[in-house]
């Protein structure tokens, strides 16, 4: 599932000799309750499940049916449990060689389970369990649930993780594969979609019909699906002998045709790649006009935000295009890993969404090189990185109790954090021996339910070394090092020297008494040698406390400590070298200048260096050519400007801005807003990087003026601007616009001719400043005009804006009852990270008191991240007022 992301290969370094025992990770307790936790008796399994529904969306939100399983005991038992949420259940009964057993329902709603118990003891072996349920189609995206689009109405399933439960009566955990045939009841005007090709079609009169679906192979119950209701379908395309459409509302065929060009471009690489047939029957890729996540990997029946699969070509940013392409690409690698091959629960799923992401950055590249996909992967990193400095952090693998718990994993460090570990054991082992090891453990494992064990095993015997105890301390523990590397050693015999610690940015240190964290690092580093800007990479598996590399030869020009941004760690340079560092950036890799910029911004607000240590790497970019590199200076210049500068005085803050326009005014001078003709898309980019530093950040009048104007132009003729700058020049319209412009950017979302557009211009609603267009803006959240899975971006957004934050949380307080039913759980948490853009100690002591009041089991851990996260910038904030002085003085 995407919420929310070409390596070179590397010669091997060798593991520690000392043969670690294997582990697998510890699983969690079945069948009895383990504190909040619960899991099914692992003595029932489903092997076949018959699901029949009848569900007309257009008529109303009602929906019955009944389910048949086909289970195998492994000894006599008088009741089987299983789970259902949300559904009336009646007409329990059990088959066994041909006769009836009646069954009472007992609920378990805590535990979101039904026992059917039977008067004596169902025998071991074959035994058939029939249930009828009934239930209405949902308001919050889960589940079976309504969304529409215009006045059409529309059903459609989003089960993971753990709500399959709330569409039918099933064995909702995702070791319990199954084979399903489906079948619907429903109007004979209604499309209906699901995993497997329909394999029969009968009219039953009255404008209605029903359509079976051929039985899936063994699937988890999380990756069913059904969309019902008046779909359209694209013309097909192939990629072998897959046959691979499009569905979508009607009127929107027009904006297929690059996700169709996508999908058969990385299925055909993804086949290559793992040397397997894609393995369902058919491939449909579904824009669902409202839904909470991204997308999701649903088996031959993937489901899709609209703005991540439909795009107009015309009117596409590079970005909104390389997104789509991921997208996709994440989506259809889980065909294999993910959907083939599943977790056995959910505390591995890392296995499927690090794998997934990893494979998308991998594939789009190799299809596109040009659009750079590993600097898109460096900005999801760096997240990751932000948040895994944190005291409330998680390790990758993490013991999973509840559903909740599970959803609330869906996070950066399930995705971008096990991707950037993926991407580490591959350029450690090397591509060919990785991918060899991974080939072995889809086979081994098809059709069924895996461990991260399995996949270390079959790594080590591809690859001949062991993987292991390399990766296990990467995934166990929680955090990942502060390298400390530093050149020792006489001039003519120059070596390294390391030493690492456990990364944090807040007060905590650690438990008292407990042993420092340590994890093996495959360390790679660029060195410069001799003149010019000629560089080598230097390799060597750092596993002990303070290990050493002799350079064998005369001391470095200077050496950037992660080369490629390989590693997920942070490297801490020497005041010196970081000189060094800056006197030659156009030496280091367009990645690794992110990734330099990155760290020293984290360094600082760990409180480890002076905040001018950064803006003198951040004014050196001033004639930076890459537009990633440029993307990665934009958040720490707009916390300095917002934070810092706003408290150290409007003195400050102006001259702050000056320092910025004049470091970064000229390079957009001299791009201006109009594109040259065959002007490069990277080009392109920069200009809109620019214009984020400049309209965004200094706030420079010249062009925040010159992007309004050009802002109300672009509402009237879509075509007088470059899609690459419509984001910004929007956003900056707004935020000097009036209840007139309000009103027009309302109507331009009403009739948007793409998905993007839309979200484009209701978006931009929250960048007003006038209190009565923040409300306004505001009241729209609890309208159908915001749909369902925009509520929570736009929370996000109003609460990043300084003149609407105030009111946004005092809202988000009022109408908390009303907004909960409008915030589902992946998407809750959205709002709550954006809390500590609040920024007084005020607000800290009132977001904790509102949570502790008003608790979100999706949400707990992102509650504490951001009250972590409040104190902080609180802290960086006083630490840095003075030295932001002191540098605009001496810089002066």
């Known amino acids: 599932m995407a919420t929310r992301k070409k390596t070179r290969k590397k010669g091997r370094t060798q593991a520690p000799a000392r043969k670690s025992p294997r582990r697998k990770p510890a699983r969690a307790s079945r069948g009895r309750a383990t504190g909040k936790g619960h899991r099914l008796a692992p003595e029932v399994r489903p092997t076949r499940v018959e699901v029949h529904v009848e569900v007309d969306p257009a008529r109303g939100p009602a929906f019955k049916g009944e389910v048949a399983h086909h289970l195998e005991l492994e000894s006599p038992r008088r009741s089987v449990e299983l789970h259902a949420a949300d559904l009336r259940l009646s007409r329990a009964r059990a088959e066994v060689d041909g006769k009836r057993w009646a069954g009472k329902l007992v609920s378990h709603p805590a535990r979101e389970t039904v026992e059917v118990r039977f008067a004596k003891p169902l025998p071991a072996g074959a035994v058939t369990l029939r249930l009828a349920f009934a239930g209405r189609l949902r308001d919050d995206l889960r589940g079976l649930y309504a969304a529409s689009s215009g006045k059409r109405r529309y059903a459609f399933t989003q089960l993971e993780a753990a709500d399959a439960r709330r569409f039918f009566p099933c064995f909702d955990e995702p070791a319990m594969k199954a084979r399903f045939a489906l079948s619907v009841t429903t109007a004979s005007g209604h499309t209906v979609i699901s995993n497997s090709p329909a394999a029969k079609v009968e009219p039953l009169g009255g404008g209605r019909k029903k359509v079976s679906f051929a039985p899936t192979p063994p699937l988890s119950t999380y990756l069913l699906a059904l969309a019902v209701g008046e779909l359209e379908a694209s013309e097909a395309t192939r990629c072998g002998d897959t046959e691979i459409r499009i569905w979508h509302v009607p009127g929107k065929g027009h904006l297929t045709a690059f996700g169709l060009e996508a999908a058969r471009e990385t299925l055909a690489r993804l086949e290559a790649w793992f040397a397997l047939p894609y393995p369902y029957e058919k491939l449909d890729l579904v824009a669902v006009p409202d839904f909470e996540a991204g997308a999701m990997e649903n088996a031959g029946a993937v489901f899709f935000r609209e703005t991540l699969l439909l795009v107009d070509p015309a009117t596409v940013t590079l970005q909104e295009k390389k997104r789509v392409a991921e997208v996709i690409c994440h989506e259809l690698a889980h065909m294999w890993y993910g959907d083939l091959v599943t977790m056995a629960w959910w505390n591995d799923l890392w296995l499927n969404e690090a794998f997934a992401t990893w494979m998308a950055f991998q594939i789009v590249d190799a299809w596109q090189p040009d659009w750079k996909m590993w600097h898109d992967f460096q900005h999801y990193r760096a997240a990751a990185l932000g948040m895994d400095a944190l ?23 399930t995705y971008e954090k096990g991707a ?26 098809r059709e069924g339910n895996a461990e991260a064990a399995d996949l270390w095993a079959a790594l080590e015997e591809a690859a001949g070394q062991e993987v292991e105890p390399v990766v296990r301390a990467w995934i166990e523990q929680p955090g990942f090092p502060l390298l400390h590397v530093k050149r020792t050693g006489a001039a003519d015999a120059a070596r390294l020297s390391f030493r690492q610690e456990r990364f944090r940015v807040g007060k905590s240190r650690g438990r008292p008494g407990a042993a420092p964290q340590r994890w093996p690092i495959p360390w790679v580093g660029r060195v410069a040698t001799g003149s010019g800007r000629r560089t080598k990479t230097v390799r060597k598996l750092l596993t002990q406390a303070r290990p ?7 001391a470095p020009r200077f050496f950037y400590g992660n080369a490629d941004e390989g590693g997920f760690f942070r490297p801490l340079h020497e005041p010196a070298e970081l000189r060094a560092l800056c006197d030659h950036l156009d030496a280091l890799s367009p990645v690794e200048r992110m990734g330099l910029l990155g760290h020293q911004w984290a360094i600082v607000r760990a409180g480890r260096a002076d905040l001018a240590s950064f803006l003198d790497l951040a004014m050196a970019c001033g004639d930076e050519a890459d537009p990633d590199v440029l993307l990665s200076l ?29 470091t970064f005014g000229p390079g957009f001078e001299k791009l201006g807003f109009e594109p040259a003709k065959g002007e490069s898309d990277e080009s392109r980019m920069r200009r809109a990087a620019l214009l984020g530093i400049l309209g965004e950040v200094a706030e420079s009048p010249p062009v925040v003026a010159e992007a309004a104007r050009r802002g109300g132009a672009y509402l009237r003729n879509r075509s007088v601007l470059d899609p690459n700058l419509a984001d910004a020049v929007v956003s900056l319209a707004a935020r000097a616009g009036d209840a007139a412009l309000f009103d027009r950017l309302l109507a331009a979302a009403d009739k948007a001719q793409t998905p993007q557009e839309r979200r484009r211009m209701l978006l931009a609603l929250g960048d007003f400043q006038p209190g009565a267009l923040v409300d306004r803006a505001l009241r729209l959240a609890l309208t159908e005009t915001v749909g369902t899975q925009d509520v929570a971006i736009l929370l996000t957004r109003m609460l990043q804006n300084p003149a609407a934050r105030e009111r946004t949380w005092e809202f988000m307080k009022r109408r908390w009852a009303a907004l909960r039913k409008r915030l589902p759980p992946m998407l809750v948490t959205r709002p709550i990270d954006a809390t500590p853009n609040l920024g007084t100690r005020a607000h800290r002591r009132d977001v904790a008191a509102f949570f502790r009041a008003h608790p979100v089991p999706t949400g707990a851990r992102a509650v504490k991240q951001a009250l972590e996260r409040f104190d902080l910038d609180l802290g960086i904030v006083e630490r840095s007022t003075p030295q932001l002085k002191r540098w605009l003085a001496k810089s002066s």
């Open 420 to 445: 950037s570990v993926v991407r580490m054991i591959e350029r450690y082992l090397g591509a060919g021996p990785f991918r060899a090891g991974v080939r072995k453990y889809i086979r081994r494992h």
């Open 391 to 413: 005291s409330n952090t998680h390790p990758i693998y993490l013991d999973v109790r509840t559903p909740s718990e599970a959803t609330e994993n869906f996070d950066l460090i």
């Open 548 to 554: 050493s590399l002799d350079l064998g030869g005369a």
């Open 634 to 662: 934009r958040g720490p210049l707009a916390f300095t400007d917002d934070r810092i500068a706003a408290a150290a005085g409007e003195d400050v803050r102006a001259e702050l801005r000056e320092r910025i326009t004049d």
